[in-house]
């Protein structure tokens, strides 16, 4: 595949660009991205599958954690919870169809970068292309993280060096930029080696998700006393990357298979990179996506399931059918070798 203008553009002009700069290029660019003109998540025609496209059993669970903390806050009114990266609005018409006690109060924002996407949002929400200005009550990020662009590092025998993405005949190579003496220290405290007590090998590389700790910062700031931001997402503690190569925590999907190299065909494929921990403003609360999903009835619901099934069976209709998929939608959920193994961190109370 030919390389998009704008990132054909982008090296030629500025010679070796930042990974950063490529992945939202490739990614986010209006007329050529990934997400502004192909990629989405679920379905037959999906690239990716999340929780939130494995049925409407994630957002009743999560519409049974809206309300413990909309009951913890006093119960206000507005109600505000906000979604960043919410696609096509699928999460959120999940959280409306489970008719939470919040409903009344509840206020909803979306965030999405792709208008097609944006478009496709449901009634009663309000949509936006970035985060809003605030306040909010809760901030929720269901694989948002993963997909902001991040800066790529590898420890050289002269020192830290920059990932960067130049032209190469007529396509892409990756670049080592040394990183100068005056900015080690400063690409040492992005790459949080403050964190990790065991020796950095040469030929190590680790991502700086600049764009991430930036983002969490904002959403932080956002919120009302009180309330908390929750990103479930591929969180690795940054010891975790020591001794990996960086194709097992860079990866690239299209239509739900792993893709090539993430310089091949730019834009035709979805870029992510584990989120490395310590991130944010502060430290996170962090359990595994099971623990979280148990915490908050998950159980429960499908035991309800399982009676509305048995009393129906007979003669099923179409709420019965609903209620027998929550048992196959809680063991994709919980899997702790699948989406039950995600992390959920909390910044909050």
């Known amino acids: 595949m030919p390389i998009p203008e704008t990132i054909q553009r982008a090296v030629t002009d500025e010679g070796p660009i930042s990974f950063s700069e490529f992945q939202n290029l490739a990614l986010y660019d209006p007329d050529t991205g990934f997400y502004a003109t192909q990629g989405q998540a679920g379905g037959r025609r999906g690239d990716f599958m999340t929780s939130v496209e494995v049925g409407p059993l994630f957002g009743a669970v999560l519409a049974n954690a809206l309300d413990t903390w909309w009951d913890e806050l006093g119960r206000p009114a507005p ?14 018409r999940t959280l409306l169809a489970a008719r939470p006690r919040c409903g009344a109060a509840l206020e909803l924002h979306l965030v999405e970068i792709s208008a097609p996407l944006r478009a496709q949002h449901p009634d009663g929400v309000t949509s936006h292309l970035d985060l809003p200005e605030g306040p909010a009550h809760v901030v929720v990020a269901n694989e948002l993280l993963d997909n902001l662009p991040v800066d790529l590092y590898e420890l050289t025998a002269n020192g830290w060096a920059e990932v960067r993405v130049g032209a190469h005949g007529e396509g892409l190579a990756e670049v080592l930029v040394p990183v100068p003496s005056d900015d080690a220290a400063a690409v040492a405290v992005d ?23 930036a983002w969490l910062v904002r959403a932080v700031g956002l919120l009302e006393p009180g309330g908390r931001v929750v990103a479930l997402d591929y969180f690795r503690p940054l010891a975790d990357f020591i001794g990996l190569e960086a194709d097992a925590w860079v990866r690239t999907y299209r239509h739900h298979h792993r893709g090539g190299h993430p310089l091949d065909d730019p834009s035709q494929q979805d870029i992510t990179c584990d989120v490395r921990l310590p991130v944010g403003p502060t430290d996170p609360r962090t359990s595994s996506q099971a623990e979280f999903l148990g915490r908050h009835g998950i159980q429960q619901l499908v035991e309800d399931g399982r009676r509305i099934w048995a009393e129906k069976a007979a003669n099923p209709d179409l709420e ?6 929550r048992i196959s939608e809680a063991e994709a959920l919980l899997d702790p070798d699948g989406l039950g193994g995600f992390s959920v961190c909390q910044w909050g109370p």
């Open 79 to 92: 109600f505000v919870v906000v979604e960043g990266a919410a696609g096509v609005g699928t999460l959120a």
């Open 191 to 213: 790459l949080r080696l403050d964190a990790v007590e065991q020796r950095v090998p040469t030929g190590q590389r680790l991502p700086a998700p600049r764009r991430a700790e």
């Open 320 to 325: 019965a059918m609903k209620a027998r998929s």
